[in-house]
């Protein structure tokens, strides 16, 4: 599943800056970056669309606390074809000067130099206590920026279309460094990026998708099954298989890792020791065609299999569909299940008394129906994201691609957990800033068409006067923050309700858009082509025990209750 935001713009409320920004100038190495919002979040008017392409001029005050002589001047340079603005501004010297003795006076009233009374010692050596004169000037240089950035910003003509989180300073650290002297004016500039204008290759309202259904009711029923089967699993015991070979619908222990044959570069997430393997399911739960790989193994044996995974919309990343894959498995132990019999009494020991078989199947043929229902929404979803991607013609700034990035990297880590393949401390070591560039840097391509989508939504919403309900909204955040506590458990930590909610927001305003489209455009859905049933199936229980509770499938984001450990050892008769 595709992650897709709309992008987020500038104008409302400045928030409250978390950090200075003098901490950000001195922990960059190459570039100065702000480390919190400069331009808030909000939505442009149709009066702001068209951005202005000369240069512009004008003056404003740095702030009133200071109340300078001169005043910070500052120029505004819209650059052709890219959608970003430079910013230039020049903060006079005699307000560098006056900010120079604010942080003179600060540390000499701070810092206890031996032989000197507080607040008495002399400049020279003062300055060598607390580092030299290039920290002093690092600190000048970044509470003049504090001071004047947001005011400046926020005046600026172009600042009513400006991309949340995109302004960061041009300059290198080493270069600000050598150009500054508190004696003369301080200029710098700062890049921010601006939504661009979004022309419309061919009419929303006249587009064409199809897709094939998700299922049907073959499918639908023999899914069931594998349902059912899931079920009675649950309380069976497992024997260990010691005189013949594995078979499908085995339980095996092993130890597995899976590579690019063409290459040898390794499967994400491919590598298990010790895995607790059901052969049924394991195409869907874990590897497409390892079951198979493996059928005849036995304690103890090794074995090498090519596999060539399903060219299928369900491959994740999507490019590794159709490709080969050479795995390698060492199984440690077999075992089969000892079923008990699918009846009523077994149906009234898992839902309550009174529940029958023909209850159990009622609800599972329920819940298939609907998440075939969802899995075919989603096909269609994915087509009209693709369909308008291609129908428009706009330029993404780099500062939406790297917040689609992070986006979908995050989901795609929550959805990692979802589905037991990681744990929440692994989820936090890969969500490195050298593993988020890594991921943006492979998907660009597909993350500019999500933007590109993104903004054709947005047009979209403004054109048509769509807009989620405020309940719709409340609802969907506390859902949103349950899951969010689910997963996070007891490792603590502040959710940002604010930002959590602005990201139910923009899925709301794409839902809204999605339904328009498919509401008033040209959609076929086919039935699905002639292919054997699958033969495992995502687990959904009745939800009255416990024991119906652990099958239901985990919402987006929460981590699944899985059963830990090895099976127990019941040697067969």
Known sequence: MRVLQAPANAIGTIGARSQPIAKAISNMPQQVAFRTKVFPRGTPSPAHRQASRSLRQLTI????????????????????????????????????????????????????????????????????????????????????????????????????????????????????????????????????DTLPTVLWKTPYNSLTVAVEAASDAARDAATVEA????????????????????????????????????????????????????????DEAFLPGVAAAMVGMKPGDEREATITLPDSEDITPKQLRGVEALVKIKVSEVFKHDLPEANDAWAAQLMGPGSTLADIKTRLTENTAAESEDATRQRLADAFTDAVAAAVEVTIPESLIQEAGQNQYTNELNGLMTKGLITYEQ???????????????????????????????????????????????????ATALEN??????????????????????????????MDWLVNNCNVTISAPDAAPAPAAAKKAAPKKTAAAKAEAPAADGEAPKKKRGRPKKNPEA
Request: proline share 4%; charged share 30%.
């Open 484 to 513: 969010i506590a689910e997963v996070q458990g007891k490792k603590g930590g502040d959710i940002n309700v604010d930002s959590v909610k602005e990201q139910v927001t923009k899925g709301l305003e794409t839902q809204a858009a």
């Open 427 to 477: 989820a936090e070591q890969l969500a490195s800033p050298q593993m988020l560039a890594s991921y943006i840097s492979k998907k660009k391509d597909e993350l500019v068409g999500l933007q590109k989508a993104a903004l054709g939504f947005a047009d979209i919403l403004e054109k048509e006067g769509l807009a989620p309900s405020e309940a719709d909204i409340e609802r969907e955040l």
């Open 61 to 192: 005050r740095a702030g009133a606390s200071s109340a300078p002589a001169r005043e910070v001047t500052t120029s505004e340079e819209v650059i052709p074809g890219d959608s970003s603005v430079r910013l230039t501004v020049t903060v006079p010297s005699d307000q560098c000067k006056k900010m120079y003795r604010r942080v003179i006076n600060h540390w000499n009233n701070k810092v206890a130099i031996p032989g000197y009374r507080k607040g008495n010692a002399p400049e020279s050596v003062l300055i060598d206590q607390i580092g030299g004169i290039q920290a002093i000037y690092n600190t000048v240089m970044a509470d003049l920026m504090e001071e004047v950035l947001e005011s400046a910003l926020e005046n600026t003509p172009s600042s009513a279309r400006a991309i949340s989180d995109s302004e960061r300073v041009e300059q290198t650290r080493e270069e600000l460094e050598a150009s500054f002297d508190p004696n003369k004016d301080f200029t710098f500039t700062v890049l921010f």
């Open 227 to 282: 349902k059912l089967r899931a079920l009675l699993k649950e309380g069976a015991q497992l024997r260990i298989v010691a005189d013949r070979g594995l078979e499908i619908g085995d339980v095996a222990i092993i130890d597995t890792s899976s590579s690019v044959k063409s290459t040898g570069e390794a499967i994400p997430f491919s590598e298990r020791k010790g895995m607790q393997l059901d052969t049924e399911t394991a």
